[in-house]
């Protein structure tokens, strides 16, 4: 689902990525909070609401194909959205819940200058212990990692680790905490969603 110009006409383009039991409308509705007029947005829709079938720190190989089609999906709209007009720096990517797993893993394993990333309540994916020898470089692309230190879900120390490799990888990692807030999107990680996407803008 899209929103706002296309992207030969827009400033900027963000790419949404729903949870588990999420979708691309409601990705859309967060769009408006945080993206202005000027923006392309576009939110794709997993098939059954999910993009892989268990956790995202059980082995790698149990959540295929899901995870490998998944990727497939966010490597085909980035290239998309250059192809049409948008420069990769300008392209921001971000995820919820399992999206924003999905969405954090995308750019380790393709780096490159992005506009920025925003990955809520999200962190690399695979079980403890996986080998994170990434190629490339995110050559200072602004990331925002959101989560709760009480997350049923995220475990702390996951965000931690991502944080460290995607900082390892020359992304400007910052990382935001939030005491007993639970599996949820906050005010101030939309206000902060809004500026990344301000600066993008603003660069056009």
């Not at 089609?69 to 007009?85: D, F, P």
Request: charged share 20%; net charge neutral.
């Amino acid at each position: 689902m899209t929103a706002g110009p296309p992207p030969r006409e827009a400033n900027a383009a963000l790419i949404l990525v729903h949870g588990r039991g999420g979708s691309a409308r409601e990705m859309l509705r967060l769009a408006r909070e945080i993206a202005d007029g000027t923006v392309a947005c576009v939110a794709p829709q997993a098939s059954g609401h999910t993009w892989y079938p268990y956790s995202f720190l059980s082995p790698l190989e149990q959540n295929e194909p899901g995870l490998s089609s998944g990727l497939a999906v966010l490597e085909a709209l980035v290239r998309e959205t250059i192809e049409a007009g948008v420069p990769r720096k300008r392209v921001a990517l971000l995820g919820f819940s399992q999206g924003a797993c999905l969405a954090l893993e995308f750019v380790a394993r393709s780096a490159g200058r992005y506009g920025g990333v925003i990955g809520l309540s999200g962190g690399l994916i695979g079980p403890p212990g996986t080998p994170r020898d990434y190629p490339g470089s995110l050559n200072a692309t602004p990331i925002l990692l959101g989560c709760s230190d009480v997350d049923p879900h995220i475990p702390l120390e996951r965000v931690e680790e991502t944080a460290t490799v995607l900082t390892g990888l020359g992304g400007e990692v910052t990382k935001r905490i939030y005491p007993g807030l639970g599996h949820t999107v906050n005010r101030d990680e939309l206000d902060r969603a809004r500026a990344m996407l301000a600066q993008i803008v603003g660069t056009a």
